[in-house]
């Protein structure tokens, strides 16, 4: 986790989705490879996007990197000339892929020494360790219907999930309910398509009602229920994390089928 136009899809058939070499299963989670996720490897960072004004996606080059499920993490470590080390997980926000990058979102977090640096040091062509990918817990294969609940900087790994949808072309059900507090602060709002419902908690566009997630957000969601239910993804601060689940949960959505990652 964090320190703290998009056009219609082609209609290919779907792909069985990407997985990566596996030694360690987690039970009734995705598989898992303690040997990958224990290397640490050199990133190079290639490409600085700012997506809020307090948020940027950070592009990086890491040729042996052996892919990874949506939904799962990494560790990141920056070394000072010093010997000084800082080390963070943050959720991975690229869809699988076999190109060599991958990408995070990081919030500028007041007072964070490591997401200061990326949002105040940090220029293309600057080395960084990577270890993971890590944690099967909250990875989405793309076998089974998904519905993505975040807020803020929680919806990075869902990002991943819907970027994996659209990449694959896949079938499967997906819809994405995503809280920021307004437009501005809408992290990759330029992607969003008709998978996607924003709720803006602050300030909205004229006619967009202001508020937190609510049972009326769900309602459409759960009335167009796919043939077996939602596997549902919950993503945000603690106290988000626990408003939606009880939404969920009222909804009708079997509480081990609520997959929660949160952060304070």
Same mark, same amino acid.
């Given at each position: 986790?964090?320190?703290?136009?998009?056009?219609?899809?082609?209609?290919?058939?779907?792909?069985?989705?990407?997985?990566?070499?596996?030694?360690?299963?987690?039970?009734?989670?995705?598989?898992?490879?303690?040997?990958? +996720?224990?290397?640490?490897?050199? +990133?190079?960072?290639?490409?600085?996007?700012?997506?809020?004004?307090?948020? +940027?996606?950070?592009?990086?080059?890491?040729?042996?990197?052996?892919? #990874?499920?949506? @939904?799962? #993490?990494?560790?990141? =470590?920056?070394?000072?000339?010093?010997?000084?080390?800082?080390? /963070?997980?943050?959720?991975?926000?690229?869809?699988? @892929? *076999?190109?060599?990058?991958?990408?995070?979102?990081?919030? #500028?977090? %007041?007072?964070?020494?490591?997401?200061?640096?990326? #949002?105040?040091?940090?220029?293309?062509?600057?080395?960084?360790?990577?270890?993971?990918?890590?944690? !099967?817990?909250?990875?989405?294969?793309?076998?089974?219907?998904?519905?993505?609940?975040?807020?803020?900087?929680?919806?990075?790994?869902?990002?991943?999930?819907? =970027?994996?949808?659209?990449?694959?072309?896949? %079938?499967?059900?997906?819809?994405?309910?995503?809280? +920021?507090?307004?437009?501005?602060?809408?992290?990759?709002?330029?992607?969003? !398509?008709?998978?996607?419902?924003?709720?803006?908690? /602050?300030?909205?566009?004229?006619?967009?009602?202001?508020?937190?997630?609510?049972?009326?957000?769900?309602?459409?969601?759960? *009335? %167009?229920?796919? %043939? @077996?239910?939602?596997?549902?993804?919950?993503?945000?601060?603690?106290?988000?994390?626990?408003?939606?689940?009880?939404?969920?949960?009222?909804?009708?959505?079997?509480?081990?089928?609520?997959?929660?990652? =949160?952060?304070?």
């Amino acid at each position: 986790m964090t320190e703290t136009a998009t056009g219609a899809v082609a209609k290919t058939p779907a792909r069985p989705a990407f997985t990566p070499p596996t030694r360690f299963a987690v039970p009734g989670r995705i598989a898992v490879s303690n040997r990958t +996720a224990s290397r640490w490897q050199t +990133a190079t960072l290639t490409e600085i996007r700012r997506e809020t004004p307090h948020a +940027a996606t950070f592009r990086f080059a890491v040729p042996a990197w052996a892919g #990874h499920l949506p @939904g799962q #993490h990494l560790m990141l =470590r920056l070394t000072a000339g010093d010997g000084y080390t800082a080390q /963070r997980h943050y959720s991975i926000a690229s869809a699988p @892929g *076999d190109d060599g990058h991958l990408e995070l979102t990081l919030d #500028h977090v %007041e007072g964070g020494e490591v997401s200061g640096w990326f #949002h105040t040091v940090a220029q293309p062509g600057d080395r960084v360790e990577v270890r993971g990918p890590l944690s !099967g817990f909250f990875a989405w294969p793309g076998d089974r219907p998904a519905l993505l609940i975040g807020a803020g900087s929680g919806v990075v790994p869902l990002m991943s999930m819907v =970027r994996h949808h659209r990449a694959r072309g896949l %079938e499967v059900p997906l819809r994405l309910l995503v809280s +920021a507090r307004s437009p501005e602060e809408l992290i990759y709002a330029r992607e969003y !398509g008709a998978e996607t419902t924003p709720v803006f908690t /602050r300030s909205a566009p004229q006619g967009v009602p202001v508020g937190r997630l609510t049972a009326g957000h769900l309602r459409p969601v759960f *009335d %167009e229920r796919p %043939e @077996g239910g939602w596997e549902a993804y919950v993503c945000g601060s603690d106290a988000f994390a626990e408003h939606a689940s009880r939404l969920l949960v009222a909804a009708g959505q079997p509480v081990d089928r609520i997959r929660i990652e =949160r952060f304070g």
